[in-house]
């Protein structure tokens, strides 16, 4: 048995809720914490990312810097306060109901809340998917906003933009917005836990 921490992803500012339960090492590094919030809400890992620790509902750009955990930018620029590769989950957060941000791609802003639900004990490969609920929206869509307008396009056939329904097609394809495989995201999830070495 080892202990887990058993988390909540939610995509911020879509009803109905965008979210994933997984289960986590809480020995886990910050950029590799990173590739199971990727895997399990269905992204391409493509763009940067960051976590913060916000005070209540604070928004990620409106967190003091000294509050961040980025990567450092190839040629030296926007150097964060910290770097998220000196610091573990169990580090920025230990205790159940504790929330942090996770930002991915400075661009679109697409906002996760991360929600400490409990620490257990389980003798489940980790990381480990529990729980999904709607997909996430393309990736470039446009973030919140883009992504509520071409899910728009894409059910109303009529639309006055009829000439850009093509580009709603393309984006969702001919899968209706918030559409998802469980199985796929907890394959992709799967294959982020360590392999198991064959004894000789």
């Known amino acids: 048995m080892t202990l887990a921490d058993q988390l909540r992803i939610e995509l911020r500012d879509f009803k109905p809720a965008i979210y994933s339960d997984v289960l986590v090492d809480p020995a886990t ?27 209540k509902s604070e928004r990620y750009s409106r967190v003091q810097a ?11 620029w926007g150097v964060p306060a910290n770097n998220e590769s000196r610091f573990k989950l169990q580090d920025v957060m230990a205790t159940p ?31 480990h998917l529990l729980k999904a609920q709607n997909g996430c929206p393309p990736e470039d869509s446009g973030g919140p906003g883009g992504a509520e307008y071409w899910a728009v396009v894409w059910y109303e056939k009529a639309h006055a933009e009829h000439a850009e329904h093509d580009v709603a097609l393309d984006m969702f394809g001919e899968h ?24 000789q």
Do not use: C
């Open 176 to 199: 209706e917005p918030g559409w998802l495989v469980f199985e796929a995201l907890q394959k992709a999830v799967t294959q982020l836990q360590p392999k198991l070495r064959r004894v």
């Open 29 to 55: 590094p910050l950029p590799k914490f990173h590739k199971p919030i990727q895997a399990a809400m269905g992204w391409e890992d493509v763009r940067m990312h960051g976590f913060v620790v916000p005070m």
């Open 66 to 76: 000294n509050r961040h955990f980025e990567k450092p930018q190839a040629g030296g």
């Open 97 to 127: 109901k504790d929330k942090r941000l996770y930002l991915y791609d400075f661009g679109d802003d697409w906002e996760h809340v991360i929600t400490l639900k409990s620490v257990v004990e389980t003798d489940t490969p980790l990381p």
